[in-house]
């Protein structure tokens, strides 16, 4: 069973960059597709952006689309979400998830991250 963590998490300032990583141990990552998702304090947890097996295809939600990017390097066993132009919006804790090809639920999760973006 994989097992996922993440890191990268922080306190950035309005127009900052963090970048998120997610290591995988207990299994091999090239096999799950992986999506990041977030979570503010009141909210329901929602999808950031995912990547497939082979990072061929990718999903941005639309409010980050041209600030963050989603990539993976699966000869280390990790995927990356780079976040450029950070808007105190996106203030919340951040997880990552793995996917089995062709399955519409993610089965691993992280314990997540919290990114705080301050204005």
């Known amino acids: 069973q994989v097992q996922l963590v993440e890191s990268g998490g922080g306190l950035v300032q309005h127009g900052g960059s963090l970048r998120l990583s997610c290591a995988a141990s207990?299994?091999?990552?090239?096999?799950?597709?992986i999506g990041w998702f977030r979570q503010a304090p009141g909210k329901e947890r929602t999808t950031v952006a995912t990547?497939?097996?082979?990072?061929?295809?990718?999903y941005y939600v639309r409010s980050v689309k041209g600030r963050f990017t989603i990539s993976r390097d699966n000869a280390k066993n990790t995927v990356s979400l780079q976040m450029n132009s950070l808007k105190p919006e996106d203030t919340a804790v951040y997880y990552c998830?793995?996917?089995?090809?062709?399955?519409?639920?993610?089965?691993?999760w992280g314990q997540g991250t919290q990114v705080t973006v301050s204005s």
């Open positions: 990547i497939s097996w082979n990072g061929g295809t990718t």
């Open positions: 998830a793995a996917a089995n090809a062709g399955v519409g639920h993610y089965d691993y």
């Open positions: 207990g299994g091999t990552l090239s096999r799950y597709r």
